[in-house]
């Protein structure tokens, strides 16, 4: 199974991989995951007088931000995975790479760093409930 894994260093995402290790037996063993972090783009007007240069210093030092404690996390829980991050707003990219790739199943954490705005789900969680047709397993 193709188990795509998306996370945004929050205490969910923990979470989330902390729930993949405690279940080895039911999510670990025989399947490929790929860990994908999403990097919300910096506003035109911002981008344009900071230049590309540093723009794309930003993105890639955000992912180093978020990806190095979530690889260190999933090395612990025994579970090798792909790493990407992408540029864009996060419900419509986790959904659209859902899909494009066609993973057999989305896994992210219930609520994310913004967990204050939606008490009940997340709004990136209701959002990509509502936009990705690949089967979603949400973690609390």
Not at 49 to 72: K, Q
Request: hydrophobic share 50%; charged share 20%.
């Amino acid at each position: 199974m193709k188990i795509l894994l998306a996370v945004d260093g929050s205490d969910y995402t923990k979470r989330m991989i902390s729930y993949l290790g405690a279940h080895r037996d039911l999510w670990v063993t025989g399947h490929a995951f790929t860990v994908l972090h999403i990097v919300l783009p910096v506003p035109h007007r911002a981008a344009a007088f900071a230049g590309p240069d540093i723009v794309h210093a930003y993105y890639e030092d955000d992912a180093r931000v978020v990806l190095e404690p979530v690889r260190a996390q999933l090395a612990e829980q025994g579970i090798a995975a792909e790493v990407v991050h992408k540029v864009g707003h996060p419900a419509d990219e986790i959904a659209s790479y859902a899909e494009k790739g066609k993973f057999d199943l989305l896994v992210m954490g219930s609520h994310g760093v913004g967990a204050l705005k939606n008490l009940v789900l997340g709004s990136v969680a209701t959002k990509v409930l509502a936009k990705c047709t690949v089967p979603v397993l949400l973690v609390r």
